[in-house]
């Protein structure tokens, strides 16, 4: 299951409305091990397509270089799909590199008309566990704020 934060989720959603009508991609790190979504990291699709995301490479590698420095990792995993439901296509299952991610898809195909007029319909927001190419939805959950995190004792 991901829990996730309120400001997070809503983060990711005008992400995904702000690049309409291309896909909208990025991150939400966490500490390393904890499976805590905390910090929300948006990333330029390099492709600025409709239909395909790509993590600009210099980026991407300047994010693993930042979150390695803070003993982070990526926890979530999100891109956004623009006229198909929020489904990984074979092309996302393939590009799922990192197996303890949660895989959040968010379909804007019904929040805009066919002329890419805002018509607020419904947003679809789903997660995915997609580890050797078997894709598991699971469960999320929003909330307010994530539970304290206790430090581990030494």
Do not use: W
């Not at 891109?79 to 092309?91: D, G, K, L, Q």
Request: with cysteine; hydrophobic share 35%.
């Amino acid at each position: 299951m991901l829990t996730i934060e309120r400001a997070t989720y809503d983060a990711i959603v005008a992400h995904a409305m702000r690049d309409h009508p291309d896909e909208a991609c990025g991150v939400v790190a966490g500490p390393a091990g904890s499976d805590r979504p905390e910090r929300f990291i948006p990333m330029v699709n390099a492709a600025g397509s409709p239909t395909f995301y790509e993590f600009d490479s210099l980026e991407l590698l300047q994010l693993y270089k930042d979150m390695d420095d803070r003993d982070e990792e990526p926890v979530v995993v999100y891109h956004s799909h623009t006229a198909t439901e929020a489904y990984p296509s074979r092309t996302d299952i393939g590009l799922a590199s990192e197996p303890g991610a949660h895989y959040v898809l968010v379909s804007t195909r019904e929040a805009f008309d066919e002329a890419g007029g805002n018509i607020d319909g419904p947003i679809e927001f789903r997660s995915y566990r997609i580890v050797d190419g078997k894709v598991t939805e699971e469960d999320v959950t929003v909330v307010d704020q994530l539970p304290v995190h206790e430090a581990p004792h030494s």
